[in-house]
């Protein structure tokens, strides 16, 4: 093993670690279910919906699922995922999310998301916002949702776009 | 073999085959008896209802539970109906069965002392999937077992509020040991004697209605354990011991008997507290001390009327007017709190109000509601026109203000009998808050707008549910979601969005709570990898689902989900 790749080995390590101690400060927890790194992309000032990102996993024993979803921001929050059809990738509200054991749920572009409808305010990049997430055994937790740029896929890990 | 011992083999052979499920149930269910063929095939449409079914197996095996269950979940067989012979278990079916859906929902042990499980669906002149839920639910509600349940019930009811209230009528209305409250002695014996009777009945029926028997499952010891150890069993003891605290209480007297024909009286409020749909209406902390007061002041309203009767007849005239003016003195305020106590447990059990029209729990409250309504009119005709007329009246003798009251009260009487009967009744059906919030489905439904009005109206009732196994993400439509036939979907991605294209996938539902084994049924798999099929939900309840996928040779997907099927809840 040459020195570049203890280099390359160690960096990620780091990353990881990093990226683990982090977690902490966007982790929410109801009951058994953890809720982490929720975000959201920022909208346009007109737009009248916006998605919710996050992963939900299961520390407990026994499943349990996501029922619904409330904001103050928004007319209402549903669950929505999409589904390729027919070959057609089509959007389409759940009446529930399972989060078993074992198995962390991802709520992803593309995929899994709650779905904000009725904007009240818009999105902007850099701000947070909260959203109560209720869980039918676990009950509800609410959690601060961060806002990132129009184009993110994935959630910001440092932490420093957090309203100061 | 002499005919006995071998009575006596089977009893043991049945011993160790429930020894062995009870040791081997932490463990998987291991197959090794498999069914080879049944009668009636699974799946099956049959034209006239048959004698017997029949389940065959590729080894001897133990029956342990074998049952047929009507759409309602009642089951309509006996387990001395069941008859094994080698590999063969054969159930007999009684006469006159219905049109509809029907579930055989077996547990047998193969040679080797290993459960095996399952369920069979088949229909009677329809296809296999239930009738129209209500008609179901009121097939299932009016069986021999239930109507004696609810008899009994009311029957319980009646006299247990008869003898508490009558207790408290004696403390509070009359004074103890004075020549009135002596004469309602032995009446009071009698209604307590009923009330303990009934209680104790009413566990046994617990007990069968809980093991799935009938009537005659009262002969067995099994039946009044189970009863015994349910929450009705728990409200048996409590009223027993307060029915014996009246009893006592009415041959003592002084402090010592009134202290004892309260505490009978509490005692009776709470058995009504222990148990019932009302008391465990979430929040408990509020229903059950809801139930508690509505019940005491149901026992004291209830109890007063023969008392009062009694005395109407045959007391002095100053001793009538004095009880009667004490009595509605105390009245009034027991009946605001029986109302406002009985109002806050109607808004928990319905939930919204249009499950008084909707639901079968709601026509129940509402014939009980109009009676109470006449019964609060008949109360306030006695409190302000017809016992002032008796004060007014100064003999007894001639004064149509005796008559009248005593007709109002008896009036009274037979109404009350009628809002017990229909109290009892709630038992028949769940409440609407059980069908709104039972797994939450109901709770989401209800948030479950169409946010552009491009879903088909159809899909509104379905169920959507998303579920992973690993990184797999399956999302599961089931519409629509009600007893019956369902269309089952699935959709099957992998992490990066990419579809899962299966070897092979089926479907396991049971439904835990009804006593269903897994009803297993093969899925089809079409190009764009979703998998489809139809699904048979025989009956209401919470069904757990085990969707199970066969992604390569040597890989399988598990997704477990569970989905609350409503009740009587229309298309």
Redesign the interface.
Known sequence: MNIKNVAINLGMALCLAGWSGNAGAHGYKAGSIEVEHPWARSTAPSAPSGAVYMVLSNEGKD?D?L??ASTPIAE?A??H???????IMRM?????????PG????FAP???HV?L?GLKQSLVSGKAFPLTLNF?KSGSVTIQVEIQGAGAMQPSHGGSELPK | MAPISSVVTTRLIVALAVLSICLLMASAAWAHAVVLETSPEDGAELSTAPREIWLRFNEPVVPVSVRVLDASGTAITSPEGVSREAETVRVALPDGMKQGGYVISYRVTSGDGHPVAGSIVFGIGTTPEAEPADTAASDGAFSIISVAAVTMRALHYGTLLATAGGGLFIVLVLGHGTASSASLTTGLCLTAIVAGATSVLGVGLAGATLQGFSVDGLLTAEVWRTGLASSVGVAAMVAFSGLLSSVVGLALKGRVGNVALICGALLAAASLAATGHAATAPPEWLSRPLVFVHGLMAAYWVGALWPLVKVLREAPADEVIYAVRRFSGIAVIAVIVLAGAGGVLSVLQLGAMDAVTNTPYGWVWLVKMTLVAALLSLAALNRQRLSPALVKSTTRDGASAYLLLDRSVRTEIAVVAVVVLATASFGLTPPPRALLTQDGAGESRRHDHDPDGARPAGERHGYTTVVMAGQRMATIEIDPAQPGRNRFKAYLTEPGGSVVKPLEAHIDMANPGAGIEPITRSLNITAQGTVDGEIDLPMAGRWTLALDVLIDDFEKAVFRTELNVPEGAGP
């Open positions: 499943a699922r029922i619904s209402k549903e669950l995922t999409h589904i390729a059809d027919d070959g389409r509200p759940v009446s529930a999310v399972e989060v078993v198995s962390p749920t991802p593309g995929g899994l779905m409808l039918e």
